[in-house]
């Protein structure tokens, strides 16, 4: 542009360069006389001049053209959408960009306001803050709204506008940048999750250990007892009191496994390693040696399998924990002379069911809706070990292998829970 200018502004270049053109006009003059000759020349000079300008308007009307036709592409395809309005908020002009985004045709975008777009009032209220800002203060601003497309489906979106002026500093038009941020959302949202987890996770863990620095106390203080008293108990006739320490050894033992077990099945369930993976297995075998297990104080226990059936499709290792937890739970809640009441069944081959009936201290009516909380311990429980994360592990458990835990109790009566699981 710049060079054009120069070249037809530059005039008496151009008249050297169309008297060069002409040399041979100036030379062929002999006879003739000075004056028309003269006339004849300049005549010729300035229509060769007008000649070469005209071809130079040509070349930066061409110029020109070419760099429209780039400024409309780069508008056209920009990576973001540009809605060009007007002071009302009423869309002059889109690129393709933005009628991608809306899934409409320009035509049908433009001459409308550009709040139609918005998701809900509160987003149309924003913009329409949002607008003023820009106004009021002349300066660019960001915000980030709800666009709703031709589907009605919302995806969020960040819009930066700034006003444009004329040469006066007059306002010219309204340009808004939208940006679909959806993916970006998506990420923040994901890291906020793994952040709150991460957070939750540490609670957990801190909370346990605490927990369980607490109730491992009790059981490593009766095994050091017991060892000390089974060093002094060496004559035939201290056979009693030398099983008696065994068994509170043994029972001491169970308890801090059963920490550690909760611990590290909680932990896994967090990590999100906890998977259903059934497989076909004796479920009556399993409940006895569950039974046998835990039944450290030799618990009267009333075994009943209601079916001849017994082989069931169901993830050994979730449900090993899930029916030590709760047999567990009633051989500790219940006193050592009453019986606890195991029962497996299935019913019609697609639901395995199993039932632990205890006659202990029953679970308060208050209490009822905690029971499944992690760490919830009830008031009545604080003479036993526990942790309290026993029956949210077992909730848990049940539900990845689509199953159900449901309990009734009675305070000073006893408890029955029972799972259900499909038999797949
Ligand atoms: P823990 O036994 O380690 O405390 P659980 O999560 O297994 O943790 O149980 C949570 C609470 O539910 C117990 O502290 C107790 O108050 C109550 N509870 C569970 N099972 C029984 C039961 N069979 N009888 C009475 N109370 C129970």
Redesign the pocket.
């Known amino acids: 542009m710049k060079a054009a200018r120069k070249n037809v502004g530059s005039l008496t270049e151009l008249r050297k360069k169309a008297e060069k053109k002409l040399m041979y006009g100036v030379t062929g003059a002999g006879t003739e006389s000075i004056r028309p000759l003269e006339i004849e020349h300049e005549l010729n000079v300035h229509k060769v001049e007008l000649e070469m300008q005209n071809e130079e308007l040509r070349l930066t009307q061409l110029q020109l053209e070419k760099s429209l036709d780039n400024y409309a592409e780069l508008f056209q395809y920009a990576p973001v959408g540009y809605f060009i309005l007007d002071i009302n908020g009423i869309v002059l002009n889109l690129n393709d960009t933005a009628s991608k985004l809306l899934g409409e045709h320009k035509n049908w975008a433009a001459g409308r306001p550009f709040s139609v777009f918005l998701h809900s009032e509160i987003c149309q209220d924003d913009f329409y803050r949002h607008r003023n800002l820009v106004i009021d203060s002349g300066m660019p601003q960001e915000i980030e709204v709800k666009f709703i497309k031709k589907d009605s489906v919302a995806f969020p979106a960040l819009i930066t506008s700034t006003i444009v002026k004329d040469e006066e500093d007059h306002f010219k038009y309204f340009l808004s940048t939208v940006n679909d941020i959806s993916e970006r959302k998506e990420q923040e949202q994901k890291m906020k999750m793994a952040l709150s987890k991460e957070v939750e996770l540490n609670e957990l863990k801190s909370r346990f250990i605490s927990t369980a620095s607490h109730e491992f106390r009790t059981p490593l203080a009766t095994i050091l007892l017991s060892t000390e008293l089974l060093e002094k108990y060496n004559e035939p006739d201290d056979e009693k009191n030398r099983k008696k320490h065994f068994q509170k050894i043994k029972s001491a033992v169970l308890g801090l496994t059963?920490i550690l077990m909760?611990f590290l099945s909680l932990d896994k369930f967090e990590n999100g390693v906890i998977t259903n993976n059934p497989e076909y297995i004796d479920l009556v075998s399993l409940t006895t040696r569950v039974i046998e297990d835990m039944n450290i104080r030799r618990q009267p226990v009333l075994y009943k399998h209601a079916d001849k059936k017994q082989v069931v499709y169901l993830d050994p290792k979730l449900l090993r924990v899930c029916v030590t937890?709760?047999i567990g739970?009633?051989f500790?809640?219940?006193h050592a002379d009453s019986p606890v009441e195991v029962t497996t069944a299935l019913v019609d081959n697609d639901q395995v069911l199993i039932s632990v009936k205890?006659h202990?201290?029953?679970?308060p009516e208050h209490?009822k809706p905690f029971?499944?909380d992690r760490f919830?311990?009830?008031k009545?429980?604080e003479a036993?070990?526990?942790?309290?994360?026993?029956?949210?592990?077992?909730q848990k458990f049940t539900s990845v292998m689509n199953g159900h835990i449901s309990f009734t109790?009675v305070e000073n009566e006893?408890?029955t829970?029972v799972l259900q699981f499909p038999n797949m």
Do not use: M
Not at 360 to 363: A, E, M, V
Not at 384 to 394: A, H, K, M, R
């Open positions: 059963e909760d937890n709760i739970n009633a500790k809640y219940s205890d202990g201290i029953g679970i209490d029971i499944f919830f311990r009830s009545t429980a036993y070990q526990g942790t309290g994360l026993g029956l949210n592990i077992v109790s006893g408890s829970f």
